[in-house]
């Protein structure tokens, strides 16, 4: 099956600072990548997502880019806030099995 | 999105016991998955319930000890069979594909003592 790494497994920065997230995969039949945000004690939260026709996504202060050629995606996150911090997923997913395989995730602490 | 409720949302069971999770979904839904989180780590797939055939279940985990039932398209069950304490974790259920991204129930926190 897939194989997800994910990089840093922590990760801390100065409020308003950016904050960045790398993952890769093995399976080149992926090609749906969500990233998940989850606070302590609640379900994974989806925060964006992105398809291997695409190269880059952006969602206010969250970005997330492709590289299907290199298989890595990297979550960005500009002008950071308390509210940031939580523990981040990536995940890979192929339109063969349907399966979503996750990386071992990203403990994130925004320092105000 | 789909509406996941999951039951129960915790339990504390005895060694040797077998503890079932139900997932109910307020849509019909082709795929449905189990996932365990382990205290402090990432989530890994148990199995797919497939509606009206077996599921299909990843490298280490096995049917005799994750049974799991999808009777149609918006209910599934995974059962934790002899549950050791080792088993202690939170299970997830889940629905999506690659057309649409994954969600997530609320989870079954399990205490295995």
């Known amino acids: 099956g897939e194989n997800v790494e994910q990089h840093p497994s922590t990760l801390s920065v100065q409020e308003g600072d950016s904050a960045v997230i790398k993952c890769t995969y093995s399976d080149s039949a992926s090609n749906y990548f969500p990233w998940y945000k989850q606070e302590l004690g609640k379900r994974p939260q989806l925060i964006i997502d992105i398809r291997s026709n695409v190269g880059e996504k952006k969602d206010q202060r969250i970005a997330v880019t492709l590289n299907k050629t290199a298989k890595h995606f990297s979550l960005h996150i500009t002008e950071t806030q308390p509210e940031d911090s939580a523990v981040y997923f990536c995940?890979?997913?192929?339109?063969?099995?349907?399966?979503?395989?996750f990386g071992t995730g990203t403990s994130l602490t925004v320092i105000p | 999105s789909a509406v996941i409720s999951q039951k129960p949302s915790r339990d504390i069971c005895q060694r040797g016991t077998s503890l079932t999770i139900q997932c109910q979904v307020d849509?019909?839904?082709?795929?449905m998955f189990w996932y365990r989180q382990q205290p402090g780590q990432s989530l890994t797939l148990i199995a797919t319930?497939?509606?009206?055939?077996?599921?299909?279940?990843e490298s280490g985990f096995v049917i005799d000890k994750f049974p799991i039932s999808r009777p149609n398209l918006t209910f599934s069950t995974l059962t934790v069979s002899n549950m050791s304490p080792e088993d202690s974790s939170i299970y997830l259920c889940?629905?999506?594909?690659?057309?649409?991204?994954?969600?997530f129930g609320n989870g079954t926190r399990l205490t295995v003592t």
């Open positions: 995940a890979a997913c192929s339109n063969t099995g349907n399966q979503f395989y």
């Open positions: 849509s019909q839904v082709t795929m």
């Open positions: 319930a497939n509606q009206g055939s077996e599921a299909t279940y």
């Open positions: 889940s629905v999506g594909d690659s057309n649409s991204p994954l969600h």
